[in-house]
């Protein structure tokens, strides 16, 4: 089933200012943010996942959702997205005029009911009526499903179990599904064993892959995806993130690092380096603490 090939071109989604800061402590402030978003927007980027509509009591991080959707600039070659986990918080969303929403639920009991305070069947039926009246108003949905490769309370979970909310999330009527390594315990054989099956039942184009760097093993998973013909990643600036509900989570696979092995693989992304190097700067010195990618730690030593 593995390509002879790479693919030719790679899509980054690109997930720091929703994923990279809802686990911070230090609270970005609104103009930061939407600054930071704006200089992510003229880096090449196709699509920025900006904020949450959660609760904000449960993601004080991210508080600010309306605003910061309100009042950013958006670029008409830019996607913009953001994850929305019942009705109250897609009303919010549409009133906000945000570009896709993205729906999530996880793939083992235990931390679904950590993350979101239900089961995975109450879950899929409230996000059956999020795609529904989304799609009503004309937006995109975009669905995750997390602890693909492992739960941080379970331990293993089941490809059928995924196979079971890939099916059900594409019936309600998701347009792409992006499959989260929640902790970071995946590996290449893993990732392999998965897509081995899930692209029987769907082309690549639907497919997006979630890796964290926990374990150091993100970029090779992501090999083992291109192997497969998966041309959609989402990734973190400067590898900022985790789950705040999942023990262990550390950050994100890092946009600039998934960048730097792409295009030096020969993989077009339409980004701008230099651009990218500037906006990782840029949440740096805001967030007042050093970026865990390989790509700004060489820069910053060389003065690049």
């Known amino acids: ?33 939407i600054e930071w978003i704006n200089k992510l927007s003229s880096t090449g980027l196709s699509y920025i996942e900006v904020t949450s509509f959660v609760n904000p009591k449960w ?12 009042q950013i600039k958006k670029a008409p070659e830019v996607k913009y997205a953001a994850l929305v986990p019942n009705m109250r918080g897609l009303s919010r969303a549409l009133e906000s005029q945000i570009d896709e ?3 999530f639920l996880s793939a083992s009991e235990s931390h679904n009911k950590e993350n979101i305070n239900k089961t995975i069947r109450e879950t899929e039926s409230v996000l059956a009526e999020v795609v529904r009246e989304s799609i009503a108003n004309n937006k995109t949905v975009r669905g995750y499903i997390s602890t693909v490769f492992g739960c941080p309370f379970e331990g293993k979970v089941e490809i059928n179990e995924v196979l079971r909310l890939t099916d059900s999330l594409f019936e309600m009527g998701i347009e792409e599904l992006s499959l989260g390594d929640t902790i970071g315990v995946a590996n290449p054989l893993q990732v392999k064993r998965l897509l081995e099956v899930l692209l029987k039942r769907y082309p690549q184009e639907k497919i997006a892959m979630h890796f964290h760097n926990t374990r150091g093993t993100a970029m090779a998973n992501v090999l083992a995806s291109l192997e497969y013909g ?31 092995m792409l295009t030096n693989m020969g993989i077009q ?36």
Do not use: W
Request: hydrophobic share 35%; proline share 5%; with cysteine.
């Open 269 to 304: 992304t339409n980004i701008d380096a230099d651009k990218l190097h500037e906006a990782a700067m840029f949440i740096q010195d805001k967030m007042d603490k050093p970026l865990d990618s390989h790509t700004v730690k060489y820069r910053m030593n060389n003065k690049i």
């Open 101 to 103: 929403v993205s729906v």
């Open 1 to 33: 089933m593995a390509g002879k090939q790479f693919p030719e071109q790679v899509f980054i989604r690109e997930v720091g200012p929703r994923d990279g800061l809802q686990n911070e402590s230090k609270f970005i402030d609104t103009e930061d943010k």
């Open 59 to 70: 993601i004080p991080a991210l508080s600010d959702a309306d605003s910061v959707v309100k």
């Open 230 to 260: 998966i041309t959609k990643f989402d990734s973190s600036l400067g590898g900022l993130g985790g789950c705040p509900y999942a023990p262990g989570a550390s950050g994100n696979l890092a946009t600039d690092d998934l960048h730097y």
